[in-house]
């Protein structure tokens, strides 16, 4: 069942973004081919009130680049549209009262969950991160800050902890500008490495949304913007969450 | 110095495998650009006696279909030349004696560290995974079972931590097959999500050597091979270890 419904899904369409190739960046709309607006979406997920977590504030692992730039963006939310993303344990808890469609439903019965960018507690050790949103100019701004358990090469982040960190970039973004659901492709071209423990700035933009899908570019650099650690594109398909019934 | 040494050597090559592209598989030497044969590379690799952990052994949280599997390869180490990979806690333990070439070198004083496939330390919690390879046809199999830390959708893996399972695989593989070092690229598409506690199987493949790049293809899917999770392709960069000077 699993299986048969993602793969419809996805056999709706072939088209692949391919490094490198030329970005189109069409008049993007505010509404997603389901109807629901990128406003709706982002105030369901950015829960006014919660007693959960946000693990998407700073702590005393900060380093001064990730504390000024999160300064920075945070007087933006009050003057320039940008969000603040909250960011919980699990995916979860982002989408709760919704479940996702065609029967993808869990199957294990353990009980203790972690999204996977939030697998390590201890503060600085793994993956420091927040993510901003701007809602109407599509794009989101990730910093990021490896911790020693995230190395891959001595003294260095490994190439998966930033693939993985591109991914969940482009997955939060794509959700919340057009109900990206899944992840079809992802295309990285490393370029530098990145030290442990200092800050890598993502900037992910929607570039257009067609046949049902987004796509999407990444760079990540230094703050300076004087190295680039990565770029890469993602293209993620759209799928509507499925309201839960109260049983 | 970091960044113009390993910029100066991405720039002796500009060649990038696409996703798509057809695969030339010519004879491969068992000799790198720099002289050293796998032989050597596995040996030095695969200690003979250690004090050093090895995670890539059978424990409580294996499911059946990957206790199984790791039993057929086990077998094939006595009989088809296959050789299974140890997996220590850090790549500092995997290269003992050796260092980074170019002045890359690890800045950060912290002495805790972890490669981000081992990151998490209670076992099935996170990733649990061994490596088997094989010299000559250079080749490797990947058993990788996915635990409730490394979640994306709710009750599937992370897109991102098999992204980071294949980079890994690859790096490794890489490594051995023919001292590549570092990822240029990686370009992943992915087909089905893997239920976490489930096992995927990677299969990666050597698809050829060429101006100091290593290209190798994956394809990761479920033992029977009904479902196919996600292909890829990675290019990496020959780098040779240097020898480090005793104090």
Sequence with gaps: MIRRGFQAVIRLGHHRVLPGAPHILPRLNRTSAFGSSTDSLVSRFCLEKTDLKDYALPNASWCPDMLNLYQEFLEKTKTD????LPSFKSNRDHIQG???????????????????????????????????FHPSRK?????????????????????????????????????????????????????????????AV?????????????????????????????KSSGVFLQLQLEEELSQ
């Excluded at 549209?81 to 603040?84: A, E, F, V």
């Excluded at 439903?105 to 697998?119: G, L, Y």
């Excluded at 899908?213 to 650690?229: G, H, N, P, T």
Aim: glycine share 10%.
């Design 202 to 230: 993502l900037n992910v933009d929607v570039e257009k949304i067609e046949d049902q899908k987004l796509y999407m570019s990444c760079i990540a650099q230094s703050r300076d913007q004087q190295r680039v650690y990565a």
């Design 98 to 132: 919704l479940k996702l469609p065609f029967g993808l439903a869990a199957t294990s019965d353990k009980s203790d969950w972690r999204i996977f960018t939030r697998c390590l507690q201890v503060e600085g050790q793994g993956y420091e991160y927040v993510i901003f």
């Design 81 to 84: 549209g940008w969000i603040k």
């Design 139 to 199: 794009k989101s701004i990730c910093l990021f800050q490896p911790g020693p358990y995230l190395e891959g090469a001595p003294g260095f982040a490994h190439g998966g902890s930033l693939a993985a960190m591109m991914d969940e970039t482009f997955s939060k973004t794509a959700y919340l500008a057009g109900e990206g659901l899944f992840t079809l492709s992802l295309n990285i071209r490393f370029k530098n490495l990145i030290p442990v423990g200092s800050l």
